[in-house]
């Protein structure tokens, strides 16, 4: 009995340990302070008041999908918003580990090197998920229900969690490379003028030119197009699955920017 007490743990549970250790950190990071996450929970609502009150008339256009109502169809658009917020401060709080030495200290240490990177992206998923159910919960009050049910809540909370790893592996790019939480912050209005060139807020077939051209060919618009289907339409396995697929490539993308600039300040420090 002694001595499997004192078997050595073998080295997957020592790294899935330390894995979790730092996700946890990286989440009640996040939760601890409200000027983190509360601005990724308030702001897509006071926007979604504000376009449902001043477009409340576009879902009567030829055009325009058939909707309950107009917050129902930006729905998915709020959610992506809060978790660009959110997904921004994994980025910030890396860039303010790198600044403080605090990073230095951690690979210094016997952690393994991949739970610091994962524990960051760990936390900005969790943030994502809460934020989901939240906003589904607020614009269900509001008379705005995910018409697939369950299964479609359940969806987008899975499709959010991929949003929030992908879009962390920007922000942890651009903080691994360049160390400062000032160019960290920098890059995400990039992300909201992406999102505002987007299906988000309006169909594509509602837009013209240039401005159509490259919102029908946007990552977010593939990615909101199938997500809404499951709002307003009900549920499919394809819709689910193309939001889910392109999710998922847009966030192998990140997170490989995000691992290469990983293995060189591994190199460098």
Known sequence: MTAVLDAPRSRLLVTVEQVWSLSVRATVATFRRPTDFIPGLVFPLLMAAVYASQFSRAVDLPAFPEVDSFLQFILPSSILQGIAFNASNAGSDMATDIETGFFDRLISSPVARQSVLI???????????????????????????????????????????????????????????????????????????????????????????????????????????????????????????????????????????????????????
């Open 119 to 269: 524990g960051r992206v760990a936390g900005a998923a969790s943030a994502a998920a809460v934020q989901a159910m939240f906003l589904m919960g607020v614009f269900l009050v509001f008379g705005a229900p995910v018409k697939s049910g369950l299964a479609g809540a359940v969806a987008l909370v899975i499709i959010s969690v991929a949003l929030g790893v992908a879009l962390s592996g920007f922000g942890l790019a651009v903080a691994i490379r360049t160390g400062s939480t000032e160019a960290t912050q920098a890059m995400f209005p990039l992300i909201f003028v992406m999102i505002f060139i987007s299906s988000a807020f309006f169909p594509t077939a509602l837009m013209k030119g240039w401005y159509q051209s490259v919102a029908e060919v946007n990552p977010f618009t593939l990615i909101i197009n199938p997500t809404r289907n499951l709002v307003i339409s009900g549920w499919s396995w394809s819709d689910f699955g193309q939001a889910l697929s392109m999710t998922a490539l847009v966030a192998v993308f990140s997170l490989g920017l995000a691992y290469r600039a990983y293995l060189r300040r591994l190199r460098v420090s």
